[in-house]
């Protein structure tokens, strides 16, 4: 009788768990959901687990000039239809957001907002063209010049979009440049 009562609660259990492969709503499908525009950078943030905004770094020696390429994705299954125009601003409040969530949540370090004799950014407006999913955009930097006792950082910010969804996270990048 046990060996029965046994088998019947296995088979019973086989059929609910056979049930549950034929609801599909649990199934992801990319399809479903819109494409984000946000800067994108293969390598891994320096700015701690949590950050509102991502701090990618990079480096250099003291020289004249240093060109940093930030690349602007246009991510997710979709593909881009029409050309999309995106307007791009620096952004101090993102850098005091970010400053503040250090300070009082996260402890990490803090940086300063670069003076604008530090950079040059003149291409404030850029394209995403039809067919396309990427594009990049370039800041010159002046690293002979910098001061070399403060951390400094470039808030860039995706200000507007011709269409498209803005990344809530990784429409911000904190483009810090340290110099050897």
């Given amino acids: 009788m046990k060996k029965n009562f046994l088998r019947i609660c296995v088979a019973l259990l086989g059929i609910t768990l056979v049930a549950c492969l034929d609801d599909d709503k649990y199934a992801l499908d990319p399809s479903g959901t819109e494409n984000v525009i946000e800067f994108y950078d293969p390598s891994v ?8 905004y991502p701090v990618w770094t990079a480096t250099t020696e003291v020289q004249s000039s240093f060109v940093l390429e930030q690349t602007i994705s246009y991510s997710g299954p979709n593909s881009n239809n029409s050309d999309i125009d995106l307007t791009l601003a620096i952004d101090p ?44 955009t370039s800041i010159e930097f002046f690293p002979d010049q910098f001061d070399l006792s403060k951390s400094f950082v470039l808030p860039l910010r995706i200000a507007s979009s011709s269409e498209g969804t803005l990344s809530a996270h990784f429409s911000v990048a904190l483009l810090a440049v340290v110099v050897k």
């Fill in 45 to 52: 943030p320096t700015s701690p687990s949590g950050a509102i």
């Fill in 93 to 136: 409040t993102a850098l005091e957001a970010y400053n503040q969530q250090m300070i009082n949540d996260l402890h990490g370090g803090t940086y300063t907002l670069m003076p604008e004799a530090y950079y040059e950014f003149t291409e404030t407006t850029i394209t995403i063209p039809k067919g396309q999913k990427k594009v990049t």
